[in-house]
Structures are given as structure tokens and as C-alpha cells.
């Protein structure tokens, strides 16, 4: 089946409605088959943010900001305005900090703008490839950032990259994704998401 236009918006506000009556602000995952699908996703759901009076907190990896800033621009976030405006912060991620620790510095950083009014923070990251090794790090990673923020005013997007790998594959890593995700999204060829809830 023919992929749709790479371009075409992508809908975050359907597919997460459960994941947000649920949890209220959820921590999600999404299963994308390139990196190319990263700007679109991203930038659609930071604009949903924007919609539901969110600051936004995008992660990059070290000397990689200035480059995600394009693509979401490109993608439709208006980037420029959002960070004059302090709406939007876009920050390298400083890799070497330990899964234990590295979660806890955010914690009045999010404190902090839900004081200047917004009614929570969203925020994402540069994706994980298909690599095993990267994959169960930053699972590792995931674990620690769920059990920091659970119960906070936190929407958190984790970015997986699954498009070189087996059905089976895939279907492993949705499985572990779905222990500490309220919902796991997966874009379809259509560019609509389909969404698994958390495993009880």
C-alpha cells in the first residue's frame, strides 16, 4: 500500500482521547517507521500542546537543536515565535547522566511553568532507532522519567523508529513500550495513529 503524503497533519487528538480521560496527562510512546515521520508527529503534537495552554520542552541530542528546530519548523511549529515568547524551550539533552538521575533536575523546571499558569508541559525527544542495545537503555531511561512524573502535570511523547525491523520485532518492542505507557501510538501508511493502551 502506497504511503500517504509525508506532509499531511497528523491527528494526536483523537487517537490519545482515552490516554488523556484516563491518566489525564499521559505518558505516551509512538512507533514510526522512519525518521522522516518525526518532524510531522512532533510538531502536530506540540501543537495540540499549544491548543490545551502547554509549554513546550523539546530534547535534542548534543548539537543536534539547531537542526530539530528547522524540521519542526518546516513541519508546521512555529518555532521562532514559540521560543521568543518563551513558550517553547529546545534543549541538547546532556547524554551522559545515569537513567537514576537524570529525570529528577526536571522536576522544578515543570513546577516552575505550571506556576506562570500553563496547564502542563509537554514535551518529547530525538527518536530511538531500531538498535537493541540503544532500545533497552532507553527503556531504562523511560522507566525512571514514568515513575518521576506520574501524577504531575507532565505529557511526555517517547520516539521509536521500528521501520527496519520484523513484524515480530515490532510487536516485542510495543509489548514492552505498553508497561509504562499510557498509550502506545503506531503511524499508519494511512497517517492515522492507532493507539494500545497501557498492559494492566
Same mark, same amino acid.
Given at each position: 500500500?502506497? $504511503?500517504?503524503?509525508?506532509? #499531511?497533519?497528523? /491527528? @494526536?487528538?483523537?487517537?490519545?482521547? &482515552?490516554?488523556?480521560?484516563?491518566?489525564?496527562?499521559?505518558?505516551? =510512546?509512538?512507533?514510526? +517507521?522512519?525518521?522522516? /515521520?518525526?518532524?510531522?508527529?512532533?510538531?502536530? @503534537?506540540?501543537?495540540?500542546?499549544?491548543?490545551?495552554?502547554?509549554?513546550?520542552?523539546? $530534547?535534542?541530542?548534543?548539537?543536534?537543536? +539547531?537542526?530539530?528546530?528547522?524540521?519542526?519548523? =518546516?513541519?508546521?511549529?512555529?518555532?521562532? #515565535?514559540?521560543?521568543?515568547?518563551?513558550?517553547?524551550?529546545?534543549?541538547?539533552?546532556?547524554?551522559? &547522566?545515569?537513567?537514576?538521575?537524570?529525570?529528577?533536575?526536571?522536576?522544578?523546571?515543570? +513546577?516552575?511553568?505550571?506556576?506562570?499558569?500553563?496547564? #502542563?508541559?509537554?514535551?518529547?525527544? @530525538?527518536?530511538?532507532?531500531?538498535?537493541? &542495545?540503544? @532500545?533497552?537503555?532507553?527503556?531504562?531511561?523511560?522507566?525512571?522519567?514514568? /515513575?518521576?512524573?506520574?501524577?504531575?502535570?507532565?505529557?511526555?511523547?517517547?520516539?521509536?523508529?521500528?521501520?527496519?525491523?520484523?513484524?515480530?520485532?515490532? /510487536?516485542?518492542? =510495543?509489548?514492552?513500550?505498553?508497561?509504562?505507557?499510557?498509550?502506545?501510538?503506531?503511524?499508519?501508511?494511512? $497517517? $492515522?495513529?492507532?493507539?494500545?493502551?497501557?498492559?494492566?
Amino acid at each position: 500500500m502506497p $504511503r500517504a503524503d509525508l506532509q #499531511a497533519p497528523i /491527528d @494526536f487528538e483523537r487517537p490519545t482521547a &482515552d490516554a488523556f480521560g484516563a491518566a489525564g496527562c499521559p505518558h505516551m =510512546a509512538i512507533l514510526l +517507521d522512519s525518521t522522516a /515521520d518525526v518532524p510531522p508527529a512532533l510538531a502536530s @503534537f506540540y501543537n495540540l500542546g499549544l491548543r490545551r495552554n502547554a509549554w513546550l520542552f523539546h $530534547r535534542s541530542l548534543p548539537g543536534k537543536a +539547531d537542526e530539530d528546530r528547522q524540521a519542526l519548523a =518546516a513541519a508546521g511549529l512555529d518555532v521562532e #515565535a514559540l521560543e521568543q515568547s518563551g513558550r517553547l524551550e529546545v534543549c541538547e539533552l546532556p547524554i551522559q &547522566d545515569p537513567p537514576e538521575t537524570w529525570a529528577q533536575p526536571w522536576v522544578p523546571v515543570v +513546577d516552575r511553568h505550571l506556576a506562570e499558569g500553563y496547564e #502542563a508541559v509537554w514535551w518529547s525527544r @530525538f527518536p530511538i532507532g531500531g538498535n537493541d &542495545d540503544q @532500545f533497552q537503555v532507553a527503556l531504562q531511561y523511560d522507566r525512571y522519567w514514568d /515513575d518521576c512524573f506520574r501524577g504531575r502535570s507532565a505529557v511526555s511523547l517517547c520516539v521509536y523508529i521500528v521501520g527496519d525491523l520484523s513484524q515480530e520485532s515490532r /510487536d516485542e518492542r =510495543a509489548a514492552h513500550l505498553r508497561e509504562m505507557h499510557d498509550t502506545t501510538l503506531k503511524l499508519e501508511p494511512d $497517517r $492515522r495513529l492507532s493507539s494500545m493502551p497501557r498492559h494492566k
